[in-house]
């Protein structure tokens, strides 16, 4: 199954964040628990954690960057191998929200 992670509105009171540093590699195995991600709001520094153990696939907004709350910065799936779509509109279509809140 293919995941995108994405922020919720609820997380901050931010219309967007900053990513402050990727823990996992593109290719590697987050394990359920495993901080995944910090992201940085004019308030606070929030750290993500793995809800389940999955490959992380593809950073979409990488470090010193930002993105818009609702919009995805990373994609993750069940194993290394499975075949995600290079259209994002189809992989939007087909993965599952891992959402922060």
Same mark, same amino acid.
């Given at each position: 199954?293919?995941?995108?992670?994405?922020?919720?509105?609820? %997380?901050?009171?931010?219309?967007?964040?900053?990513?402050?540093?990727?823990? !996992?590699?593109? $290719?590697? /195995?987050?394990?359920? =628990?495993?901080?995944?991600?910090?992201?940085?709001?004019?308030?606070?520094?929030?750290? %993500?954690?793995?809800?389940?153990?999955?490959?992380?696939?593809?950073?979409? !907004?990488?470090? $010193?960057? /930002?993105?818009?709350? =609702?919009?995805?910065?990373?994609?993750?799936?069940?194993?290394?191998?499975?075949?995600?779509?290079?259209?994002?509109?189809?992989?939007?279509?087909?993965?599952?929200?891992?959402?922060?809140?």
């Amino acid at each position: 199954m293919v995941y995108l992670v994405t922020l919720k509105e609820s %997380i901050n009171s931010s219309s967007e964040l900053r990513i402050l540093e990727w823990h !996992v590699r593109e $290719g590697e /195995t987050c394990e359920q =628990g495993q901080l995944l991600v910090e992201l940085e709001s004019f308030k606070a520094v929030i750290e %993500i954690f793995a809800a389940q153990s999955a490959v992380l696939r593809q950073i979409r !907004v990488p470090a $010193g960057q /930002t993105q818009a709350l =609702g919009k995805p910065i990373a994609v993750l799936s069940d194993t290394a191998d499975e075949e995600l779509p290079t259209d994002f509109a189809r992989l939007t279509e087909m993965a599952v929200e891992y959402s922060f809140m």
